[in-house]
């Protein structure tokens, strides 16, 4: 079945130890989001690619940085987290941002920092 | 600034029927969807409906107003499994998706 990919499904790290979190699909899709979500909290977007085209939001931290290597994969990498970077980490893929096009969301990356 | 507000937290028996309602104030309009997320579970889509009207999809239903920025998910006959938080969110102008916080449904027997 085609479908999004997260890995590891938990992490726990360290105060200020880097971490990677790995995503990838298998839907072909040319977008890819990376979301952070916090208890009861909406979806905020970190970062999107429409195919090698890089997408920073705003207001993401520049603790938060991104790679998409090929169309499948997709990384998140987290140079110092801190105890507000605790929180599930959702990718999600689509086909083309416009119209009726949904996102397709990985199991998500529960990132616990100790 | 761009908003989306769902109640909180609503409350249902099962077989019944609960409308679970969405208001929206964004800059431009191109689309407005329904997510189920299940308590630790990621997002998975529901319903999109761009055109005012009511859209069915078996037990669910949605429903878009775009001169009241207005949308609502109606789910009937009611069952255990539907116990989740159900997201609405709103494509803008530059299509990028606003996140309503979720409305979490609790379903008592």
């Known amino acids: 079945d085609a479908m999004v990919i997260q890995n590891p499904r938990y992490q726990v790290t360290q105060f200020g130890k880097p971490v990677t979190l790995s995503c990838s699909q298998t839907l072909n899709h040319n977008v890819m989001y990376w979301y952070q979500q916090k208890s009861s909290q909406a979806p905020k977007l970190l970062f999107h690619y429409y195919d090698k085209d890089f997408n920073n939001e705003a207001d993401t931290p520049d603790n938060f940085q991104s790679r998409r290597p090929n169309t499948s994969f997709c990384f998140l990498d987290i140079r110092s987290p801190g105890l507000g970077d605790a929180a599930m980490y959702l990718c999600?893929?689509?086909?083309?941002?416009?119209?009726?096009?949904?996102?397709?969301f990985g199991p998500g990356t529960r990132l616990t920092v100790t | 600034g761009q908003n989306i507000d769902q109640p909180t937290e609503m409350t249902a028996t099962e077989g019944a029927i609960v409308q679970i309602n969405c208001t929206y104030q964004?800059?431009?309009?191109?689309?407005l969807f329904w997510y189920q997320q299940h308590a630790g579970e990621a997002p998975t889509f529901l319903s999109y409906?761009?055109l005012d009207g009511l859209e069915e999809k078996g037990r669910f239903s949605s429903f878009l107003s775009r001169s009241k920025g207005y949308s609502y998910l109606l789910l009937k006959e009611l069952q255990m499994k539907d116990s989740a938080s159900y997201l609405c969110?709103?494509?803008?102008?530059?299509?990028?998706?606003?996140w309503g916080a979720g409305t979490k449904l609790i379903i008592k027997p």
């Open positions: 964004t800059s431009g309009f191109n689309g």
């Open positions: 999600a893929t689509s086909r083309d941002p416009t119209g009726a096009y949904e996102q397709y």
């Open positions: 409906n761009v």
């Open positions: 969110a709103v494509k803008d102008s530059n299509y990028q998706l606003i």
